[in-house]
């Protein structure tokens, strides 16, 4: 593993596939010219609106935003992240939220289809039942063992909640952990950090969390603020609240430092 600039790309999506794309490639060409080897976008990059009109046009979604993916990969000659777009699931009438990795190849090297799926009811009168179009994926996460760029292990928003997810990945090897999401203005202003920098310190990993921000649709707003975090739990990027990109270092000095300093995942008592 070597030292690299990683991205974590911030995004307004709206119920517009083609404007959604041409924005993602804007902003990974940004990351790029910055010096990012490692990019990230986040989850409903290539749509995002209501339930229905996500389910109506999910094939088209699912075979663009692939192609999508794996021509950026190879145009930039990046390895990137596409955190959470609808893929039909056979003849159910739902979608599986998948987070692919990309090589520069434009090879697929993981894929993820999100366990955790967000039905809540929110106090500011926002209620999600992502479970209505949403089939929950049944498979833990895999780590793709990069010798440039280290363990990488993909979830997706809502299961950062869920820390055995992130252990599992930490146990497999994961140097860095992405959590592309879509969180929501409400929620994200008083948990959003903190979870991030919780995975990040409890599993001694670097935590990259590519965003969207602002308002989509309707009454939809998320909270912004697309991150990388170090293993310490320091942040070292923030985009805001505006479309952009963080752009931070993965240093493997540092992520050994860390893991030297508290070597708590040695020290589990339970599996």
């Keep these: ?71 950026a990969a190879q145009k930039f000659q990046v390895t990137l992240v596409g955190g ?49 179009t949403v089939m929950a994926g049944v498979k833990l996460p895999d780590v793709y063992h990069s010798e440039q760029l280290g363990g990488i292990g993909l979830s997706v928003c809502y299961d950062v909640r869920f820390p055995e997810l992130y252990r ?41 969390a590519p965003a969207q921000t602002g308002t989509h649709y309707a009454m939809r707003q998320t909270h912004g603020h697309a991150m990388i975090i170090d293993p310490w739990g320091v942040i070292l990027a923030d985009a805001g609240d505006l479309p952009g990109v963080a752009i931070a270092e993965i240093s493997p000095q540092r992520l050994a430092r860390a893991r030297a300093q508290m070597p708590s995942l040695q020290h589990r008592v339970f599996a």
């Design 168 to 208: 599992h990945l930490s146990k497999l090897g994961a140097d860095v952990l992405f959590v592309p999401a879509a969180f929501t203005a409400y929620t994200g202003k008083d948990h959003w950090q903190v979870l991030l920098q919780a995975r990040a310190i409890e599993n001694t990993c670097y935590v990259i």
């Design 84 to 132: 959470g777009f609808p893929v039909p699931v056979g003849k159910e009438g739902k979608v599986y939220n998948t987070a692919l990795l990309v090589g520069p190849n434009g090879e697929e090297l993981s894929r993820y289809e999100k366990a955790h799926l967000f039905d809540v009811d929110l106090p500011d009168g926002n209620t999600y039942r992502e479970s209505r």
């Design 1 to 71: 593993m070597k030292s690299y600039l990683a991205a974590a790309v911030q995004m307004t999506s709206l119920p517009d596939l083609d404007k959604n794309l041409a924005q993602a490639e804007e902003l990974i060409e940004l990351a790029v010219r910055r010096g990012a080897e490692l990019v990230s976008l986040p989850e409903n990059f290539a749509f995002l609106g209501t339930e229905e009109d996500k389910i109506e046009q999910a094939g088209a979604i699912a075979t663009k935003t692939e192609k999508f993916l794996k021509t």
